[in-house]
Structures are given as C-alpha cells and as structure tokens.
C-alpha cells in the first residue's frame, strides 16, 4: 500500500504561484510514475504533469513553461511548482502514484486563483 498526502494548495491571485507538495509512504518503492492531475467543477480529471524514476517529466500543454514538477527522494515528496496563476487553473489538485499492479490517489488540495 502508498499513501499519498498533498499540501500547498490555497487561494493566490492572478499572477502569483504557489508550491504543492505530494509526501508518499510505505510502499513506494513500487511506484514508477508520480504525476500531478487536476479537476475543475464540472470538467474531467486532466494530468498536469508527470515524473518518472528517471526523473523524465512531462507537461500538459496548457501548463508547460509555467509549472514544475520535481521530486526529493530523500524525502519521499514530489513538487508542483505553480507559477504566473490564471483563474482557469482553479481546481482540485491530485497527486497519482503508478504502480505496478494499481495506481493510488492523494485526497486533493484546493487551488483557487481570482482575478
């Protein structure tokens, strides 16, 4: 089993940034991809961004050059880097731990930007 426990969300305006962390626990080592999803009332679950073992990232189109993703091995956490906010990016931020036989899911933390 992972446990998954994100932070960092909170309310920013426009323009601002803010840092989301994902602290992972026990099983971990059977995770291969940690990755950042997110969902707006109303709207599907989208991935944001992603990370590999091998510290491979990948970015949703909408957020490239904007957010980062990042892990600390050490610590067992996985970042997101959320810089110049737009109101569209308010929404419920998940972490995704994928593993080999299932994937495992954080309880989300709240991303609000206002105008």
């Known amino acids: 089993q992972v446990q998954l426990v994100e932070s960092g969300g909170g309310l920013v305006q426009a323009g601002g940034s803010l840092r989301l962390s994902c602290a992972a626990s026990g099983s971990i080592f059977s995770i291969n991809v940690m990755g950042w999803y997110r969902q707006a009332p109303g709207k599907q679950r989208e991935l944001v961004a992603s990370?590999?073992?091998?510290?491979?990232?990948n970015y949703a189109a909408s957020v490239k050059d904007r957010f980062a993703i990042s892990r600390d091995n050490a610590k067992n956490t996985v970042y997101l880097q959320l810089n110049s906010l737009k109101p569209e990016d308010t929404a419920v931020y998940y972490c995704k731990g994928e593993g080999d036989y299932r994937n495992y899911w954080g309880q989300g933390t709240q991303v609000t930007v206002s105008s």
């Open positions: 990370i590999t073992s091998g510290d491979y990232t």
